[in-house]
């Protein structure tokens, strides 16, 4: 099994920035992606970056240019710095790890961390 911590959630006035990381820890052979994901009160889970281990990265259109996602594949750690917040960036924040367990294929997983929130304050 693939464990996420996460840290660096909390309470922040409008165009402040705060500083997410996620761990992964467990069963981990090879790490494809981590990143980030989110959710908003009363709306499904969307994407706000996802850095894969070539380097490339995926990013929601509402967060390009204010929210930068740095990876250590070492420590298989996920870091996201988040700038110049809106209140619209409200939610409980998800960190997210995709690879393999063992050389098999067929040991695929697909990890969730427990979330952290993020309330940003007019």
């Known amino acids: 099994q693939v464990q996420l911590v996460e840290s660096g959630g909390g309470l922040v006035q409008a165009g402040g920035s705060l500083r997410l990381s996620c761990v992964a820890s467990?069963?981990?052979?090879?790490?494809?992606?981590m990143g980030w994901y989110r959710q908003a009160p009363g709306k499904q889970r969307e994407l706000v970056a996802v850095?894969?281990?070539?380097?490339?990265?995926e990013s929601g259109d509402s967060v390009k240019g204010r929210f930068t996602i740095f990876r250590d594949n070492a420590k298989n750690t996920v870091i996201l710095q988040v700038n110049n917040l809106e209140p619209e960036d409200t939610g409980v924040y998800y960190c997210?790890?995709?690879?393999?367990?063992?050389?098999?294929?067929?040991?695929?997983?697909?990890?969730w961390g427990q979330g952290t929130q993020v309330t940003v304050s007019c």
């Open positions: 467990g069963s981990i052979f090879s790490m494809v992606a």
């Open positions: 997210n790890a995709r690879g393999y367990s063992t050389r098999s294929t067929y040991s695929v997983f697909d990890a």
């Open positions: 850095r894969n281990s070539g380097g490339g990265t």
